[in-house]
């Protein structure tokens, strides 16, 4: 699976935006698919996840109630809505993808196989 991400911008304390990851390959559908974020001096932090059918997501607390994801296995693409965006929000957000045939939501880079090159979100306050 390739990944590619788009969205990322530039965007006030409290805006909005919609991060997409189009994915190429056959077996997108069967992928479970995460975000992830990269702060400057930060580890990589687990944003969302969501099953194959787009039925069951996995979110931590700090984006939780902000943040949706959501998918569209007909384009072969994962969305991650953000909503009343903080500063701290800033980073490098990667779509990732579990691996083919995969069930169990996981908030671990390292469950992940398959990653995108990155889309940047800058939050002004």
């Known amino acids: 699976v390739q990944l590619q991400a788009s969205g990322g911008g530039l965007v006030q304390a409290g805006g909005s935006l919609r991060l997409s990851c189009a994915a190429s390959?056959?077996?997108?559908?069967?992928?479970?698919m995460g975000w992830f974020r990269r702060a400057p001096g930060k580890e990589r932090e687990f944003v969302a996840a969501i099953t194959w059918s787009g039925g069951s997501t996995y979110q931590p607390d700090s984006v939780k109630g902000r943040f949706t994801i959501s998918r569209d296995n007909a384009k072969n693409t994962v969305y991650l809505q953000m909503n009343s965006l903080k500063p701290e929000d800033t980073a490098v957000y990667y779509c990732a993808a579990r691996g083919s045939g995969i069930t169990v939501l996981s908030y671990s880079p390292r469950a992940y196989y398959f990653w995108g090159q990155g889309t940047q979100v800058t939050v002004s306050s």
């Open positions: 390959g056959r077996t997108f559908s069967n992928n479970i």
